[in-house]
């Protein structure tokens, strides 16, 4: 017998994909936040977007609500640090 190679459930899971998405916003933001670049903004919008979309869907699936509550907190953080940056580039 062959193993299925599709995806795992787990990186289908939407708490997964939440903390994921998430990772990913943080690592953008960051990069933003040293590189205070017009394309690194916009990747680092983006990955935010991406999360807020992915802790609506945990939140849709009723997933576990500490966890989830506390990645929204950090998207919203990281939201706050790249607005902030955002502001910087406009300013100069």
Request: negative net charge; charged residues 30%.
């Amino acid at each position: 017998m062959t193993k299925d190679s599709g995806p795992s459930w787990k990186n289908n899971h939407p708490s997964t994909k939440l903390s994921n998405s998430v990772q990913k916003a943080d690592r953008s933001v960051k990069q933003a936040m040293s590189h205070p670049e017009e394309m690194a903004v916009e990747h680092a919008f983006n990955s935010i977007e991406r999360a807020e979309n992915a802790y609506m869907n945990a939140e849709e699936h009723n997933e576990h609500l500490d966890t989830v509550q506390q990645n929204k907190e950090q998207i919203d953080m990281l939201r706050r640090q790249l607005d902030d940056v955002q502001e910087t580039l406009e300013e100069e």
